[in-house]
């Protein structure tokens, strides 16, 4: 006993003590001490040793040294608990299960409990497809049967009810596994939750409709000078987005009485155009929450706390909810955007009150800018009969016009880039941060198989075969360069994000130094779909010739808005020649740098479209001046253009044309604006 472990020598006596007590055998496993210090792990077989008579004689039994054994064992389990913890940090659950009718599972891993909420062991899992949505379940068993027929891969996008209540989403990859009559017995795979991503693209979505409708009503504004049929439009467009029953637009009086001069009904309602307020029955104070710019959200009328008049005059016009949203001129309230639910009770959401702000604040601007027109225009009206300083009077007043409307264009493009590069931004950083950590676990997971292969060389026959059938050594080679090719694709959609950004940077107002090639690129980024090739217009090629330039100091939010200008204009010119079937040569536009001193650089745009006659070519820089037709442009991108290089960066802007062959616009800005 002596040669007994310690910890062990207690099991044993306890061991031998039972098998005496009840004359049965006894197994044990425990460990000895040599004489060298070393230990070893033996199992001892025992049982009672008796005489003919039935005498208890003593103990006889075997004792084998079972060391390399239980060192096996630990080692096995060793790599089992590391497989089992590589598997776990895999992202997503992994599972593996029979190709048969109820896709009996097998073995997949504890992740599954945070994609369902259900423990991995729970019996819910051996039926699966319970927890798919009902909408789904068809879709995803044909697309996983069509590839098991086909014995290839699949990706299956769809919803799981998870143990909360909630609906998340997830993504199943998987790949068929064949016996050796090629038979699909096995199906492996991986579930990765991708709610956040679906909640992500759910949102850029609302976001982009969103933006696309606010953009709309821009265009209009800068379209259209004349303010109703702009207001008409918007609570058109407003009724159908929110599909309520009536939407109009309150306007204010001097006197803080008002009336209702636009409006878009259901035909089932009764009309409130020309309906003047009744201000006695409103709540007190009401003009001035508006003015601050606060919305009212009213779900129901008779739940709101109005004055029994106030009740009484919204159910005269039929309104059960109402949704009221401020349009504020220069500050200062100048009506009211008004939804009507007249037929129930509404909850109005979040999404459709900043939808009504968005769409306000785009009517004040219109508002602003008619009166801007009013004022040009009797300005004009005068001017023709006063002296020559009223004139000037007035083409800085246009000149103060075209600047607004343009201002206001690049501003609203800007603001919609900026917003979507930071809505793509953040799905694609996540991505991007995870590349890596799937590169290092791939790295692991090929490493211990490498090891694996050195250590058993000669694997099993029926390993060998699968190892054959997947082609491990192309897997092996191949896994890292599709991980990477993954990351450079993840770099591009951060350059272009990078690019998008650069472009919407149109709220700078300082003067810095900057690479001018960026803001070049970023805008040829911008118009890279007008570029392309469709229907039976072809590809309009894009040439550039960039000089090595130093950092130019200058507005670059300014200067992107000219090059915007310029490079739209050329593209427009070939539209139309192409669309005229008068373009001889393959479209083509060329933009080319130049240092022309060590205090001045040069940037040209060519076109090879049809040119600008010589008549036309010495009015393109007046304000207004257009050759397009009604409605495709106002004629002050050029006049702003050449007022941001001539004046505000002590440049200059010219243009050289042959009909027929093309344009050129020649711009040069000094390094410096300190350089005399």
């Known amino acids: 006993m002596q040669n007994v472990h310690p910890h062990d020598r207690k099991q044993l006596k306890q061991a031998v003590s039972q098998a005496v007590n009840t004359g049965q055998e006894y197994q044990i496993h425990y460990r000895l001490l040599l004489g060298d210090s070393t230990i070893r792990w033996v199992e001892e077989r025992s049982g009672l040793w008796r005489d003919p008579d039935g005498l208890v004689l003593g103990l006889m039994g075997t004792v084998v040294d079972i060391t390399d054994r239980r060192l096996a064992e630990a080692a096995l389990k060793e790599s089992e608990e590391r497989n089992r913890t590589l598997i776990n940090n895999i992202p997503g659950a992994v599972y593996r299960c029979q190709a048969d009718q109820n896709w009996t599972l097998l073995f997949q891993s504890e992740a599954i409990a945070e994609i369902t909420g259900y423990p991995v ?78 909640e992500s693209e759910t949102q850029l979505q609302a976001l982009v409709r969103r933006q696309g409708l606010i953009n709309r009503i821009s265009t209009q504004i800068r379209d259209s000078l004349e303010l109703m049929p702009l207001l008409q439009t918007t609570v058109e467009t407003v009724r159908s987005q929110l599909i309520t029953d009536r939407v109009v637009v309150y306007r204010f009086k001097p006197d803080w009485t008002g009336e209702v001069i636009v409006e878009d009904c259901e035909p089932n309602w009764r009309s409130t155009l020309g309906e003047i307020g009744m201000d006695n029955c409103f709540p007190q104070g009401l003009a001035d929450h508006y003015a601050q710019g606060n919305v009212r959200k009213i779900p129901d009328i008779y739940h709101a706390g109005f004055d029994t008049c106030h009740v009484q005059y919204l159910e005269k016009l039929q309104v059960r909810a109402n949704l009221i949203v401020p349009i504020l001129l220069k500050n200062q309230l100048w009506g009211l955007l008004i939804a009507h639910e007249c037929r129930a009770p509404r909850q109005w959401t979040i999404e459709e009150v900043e939808l009504l702000r968005a769409l306000a604040d785009q009517v004040g601007l219109a508002i602003g800018q008619a009166d801007l027109y009013q004022q040009a225009t009797e300005n004009a009206v005068r001017a023709r009969q006063q002296s020559a300083d009223l004139k000037a009077t007035l083409a800085e007043l246009q000149r103060t016009q075209s600047q607004l409307v343009q201002t206001e264009k690049m501003s609203s493009l800007g603001q919609l880039v900026a917003g979507v590069a930071h809505e793509i931004n953040n799905p694609v950083s996540f991505i991007d941060g995870n590349i890596l950590h799937a590169a290092e676990y791939a790295e692991d997971l090929l490493k211990l198989m490498a090891h694996y292969r050195q250590t058993y060389p000669a694997p099993p026959a029926s390993l060998q075969k699968v190892i054959e059938e997947i082609d491990l050594d192309f897997l092996v080679e191949d896994f890292p360069k599709l991980l990477e090719s993954m990351r450079i694709g993840a770099e591009r959609i951060k350059k272009i994000v990078a690019s998008l950004r650069t472009f919407s940077r149109m709220d700078e107002a300082e003067l810095k130094a900057v690479n001018l090639h960026d803001g070049l690129d970023s805008t040829i980024m911008i118009l890279q779909h007008r570029l392309k090739a469709h229907g039976d217009r072809p590809l309009i090629s894009l040439e550039r010739y960039y000089d090595d330039l130093p950092l130019v100091e200058c507005y670059a939010g300014k200067l992107n808005q000219v090059f915007m200008n310029l490079l739209s204009n050329a593209l427009d010119a070939l539209d139309e020649q192409l669309a005229a079937d008068q373009q001889s040569e393959p479209p083509k536009l060329e933009i080319a740098t130049a240092l022309l001193t060590s205090h001045e650089v040069l940037i040209t745009i060519t076109d090879n479209g049809p040119g600008i006659p010589t008549e036309q070519r010495q009015r393109i820089f007046e304000p207004f001046y257009t050759t397009k037709p009604i409605g495709k442009g106002t004629g002050i991108g050029l006049s702003i253009s050449y007022q941001i290089v001539t004046e505000q960066h002590r440049g200059t802007l010219s243009c050289e044309s042959k009909t027929g062959q093309g344009t050129t616009f020649y711009i040069t800005i000094p390094v410096q604006q300190g350089t005399p």
Do not use: C, N
């Not at 027929?149 to 596994?177: C, K, M, N």
């Open 121 to 198: 062991d729970h019996p819910i899992h051996q039926e699966d497809w319970r927890l798919i949505h009902a909408a789904d379940r068809d879709r995803v068993d044909r697309e996983i049967t069509a590839a098991i027929a086909r014995r290839q891969p699949f990706e299956s996008e769809y919803r799981v009810l998870h143990a909360d209540g909630q609906i998340r989403w997830v993504l199943e990859t998987g790949q068929p596994i064949t016996d050796s009559t090629g038979t699909v017995q096995l199906i492996d795979g991986v579930l990765t939750d991708i709610t956040r991503r679906k």
